[in-house]
């Protein structure tokens, strides 16, 4: 699918410090898609806000770095440093805590709050998190194997509570269960600095990674700048999502059916299409994004020859490309 961007913008300038109040950062193992969702009460009108918040490498993972967070938000362009030099979530916290760059604007890493998740090489997800104690209450991060969900100045636990059930009972693409999750919080007061308004929050946002989609432009990136109080803007996130879906969805689908079995596998590999779906060709790469050489016949594949590990099979068809990850046992 084409990359779509659909912001509603009001562009102002920059603030010096930002604070993103509830967020979900996750991966999706079996296809190697990764997204991050959020939303605040803080004033923030800028169409690129989003960015101050989270960052993402394809394929590999992703962090969110929120509550006192200064702009630039050279924590966060560290974290990524890290996470490129291969460091796990957790890896990744112990060292911003030790090296926090935050300057003149609250220089301690217990203002901070970071919720992490990446894959491993052998593909397996990864998550860690971290609120310190001088963040805003309520305050919480909580983890699963395939997520991080954190906030501040929440109205209280409820928020957390709600967005995990609903990210964990949504079935559909990562994007949507990310959507979901921020209906959990779309009540007035999640952010409690919106209580008075009768909002969860004022701006809004989703961003979601293919795994072949290269670093800063994903598939897909929604954004709502700060509206005026009594506008939800979870709402109008919903409804650029709900836009964002209608468009080229007959190929989305096709290529959604696409499947590898088993899955891992030890020597033979089989690549099942959806109806009137022609392939048209295919390259094996490892998870170094090297290119590998195999034996094809059809939708058949002999792999017995390569080393344990995780791979990514590289399918161009007549409804677009999709990667495909899967295991060798």
């Given at each position: 699918m084409k990359q779509v961007l659909l912001i509603t913008s009001l562009i102002l300038g920059l603030s010096?410090?930002?604070?993103?109040?509830?967020?979900?950062?996750?991966?999706?193992?079996?296809?190697?898609?990764?997204?991050?969702?959020?939303?605040?009460?803080?004033?923030?009108?800028?169409?690129?806000?989003?960015?101050?918040?989270?960052?993402?490498?394809?394929?590999?993972?992703?962090?969110?770095?929120?509550a006192y967070v200064c702009i630039p938000n050279v924590n966060l362009e560290n974290a990524m440093d890290?996470?490129?030099?291969?460091?796990?979530?957790?890896?990744?916290i112990d060292w911003l805590m030790l090296n926090d760059a935050c300057g003149s604007q609250n220089f301690n890493p217990?203002?901070?709050?970071?919720?992490?998740v990446d894959f491993d090489l052998a593909g397996n997800p990864r998550s860690a998190g971290f609120t310190g104690s001088l963040t805003d209450d309520y305050k919480e991060d909580r983890q699963g194997p395939t997520y991080s969900i954190q906030g501040n100045i929440l109205l209280d636990q409820s928020v957390i509570d709600q967005m995990e059930f609903n990210f964990n009972n949504t079935s559909g693409t990562l994007a949507d269960r990310l959507m979901a999750a921020l209906q959990g919080a779309n009540f007035p007061g999640a952010d409690s600095r919106c209580l008075s308004s009768g909002t969860s929050s004022r701006a809004?946002?989703?961003?979601?990674?293919?795994?072949?989609?290269?670093p800063g432009e994903p598939y897909l990136r929604l954004v709502v700048?700060?509206?005026?109080?009594?506008?939800?803007?979870?709402?109008?996130?919903?409804?650029?999502?709900?836009?964002?879906?209608?468009?080229?969805?007959?190929?989305?689908?096709?290529?959604?059916?696409?499947?590898?079995?088993?899955?891992?596998?030890?020597?033979?590999?089989?690549?099942?299409?959806?109806?009137?779906?022609?392939?048209?060709?295919?390259?094996?790469?490892?998870?170094?994004?090297?290119?590998?050489?195999?034996?094809q016949s059809g939708t058949i594949f002999e792999v017995a020859h390569l080393s344990p590990g995780l791979y990514l099979l590289e399918v161009y068809t007549s409804a677009g490309k999709r990667i495909l990850r899967f295991v060798k046992s």
């Amino acid at each position: 699918m084409k990359q779509v961007l659909l912001i509603t913008s009001l562009i102002l300038g920059l603030s010096v410090q930002a604070q993103d109040t509830f967020s979900i950062i996750a991966v999706d193992p079996e296809t190697g898609d990764i997204g991050s969702a959020g939303a605040s009460c803080i004033n923030l009108n800028n169409s690129n806000w989003d960015q101050w918040i989270t960052d993402i490498i394809p394929g590999r993972g992703g962090v969110n770095s929120q509550a006192y967070v200064c702009i630039p938000n050279v924590n966060l362009e560290n974290a990524m440093d890290r996470m490129s030099a291969g460091d796990s979530p957790q890896e990744i916290i112990d060292w911003l805590m030790l090296n926090d760059a935050c300057g003149s604007q609250n220089f301690n890493p217990e203002y901070r709050q970071y919720g992490i998740v990446d894959f491993d090489l052998a593909g397996n997800p990864r998550s860690a998190g971290f609120t310190g104690s001088l963040t805003d209450d309520y305050k919480e991060d909580r983890q699963g194997p395939t997520y991080s969900i954190q906030g501040n100045i929440l109205l209280d636990q409820s928020v957390i509570d709600q967005m995990e059930f609903n990210f964990n009972n949504t079935s559909g693409t990562l994007a949507d269960r990310l959507m979901a999750a921020l209906q959990g919080a779309n009540f007035p007061g999640a952010d409690s600095r919106c209580l008075s308004s009768g909002t969860s929050s004022r701006a809004a946002y989703m961003v979601v990674y293919h795994a072949e989609d290269t670093p800063g432009e994903p598939y897909l990136r929604l954004v709502v700048p700060a509206q005026s109080p009594g506008i939800e803007p979870i709402d109008l996130l919903q409804g650029l999502y709900d836009d964002f879906t209608t468009l080229g969805v007959g190929d989305a689908e096709k290529l959604n059916q696409i499947k590898l079995w088993p899955n891992p596998v030890n020597q033979r590999l089989n690549l099942e299409l959806a109806h009137e779906v022609i392939l048209q060709q295919v390259e094996l790469r490892n998870i170094l994004g090297q290119k590998q050489s195999f034996n094809q016949s059809g939708t058949i594949f002999e792999v017995a020859h390569l080393s344990p590990g995780l791979y990514l099979l590289e399918v161009y068809t007549s409804a677009g490309k999709r990667i495909l990850r899967f295991v060798k046992s």
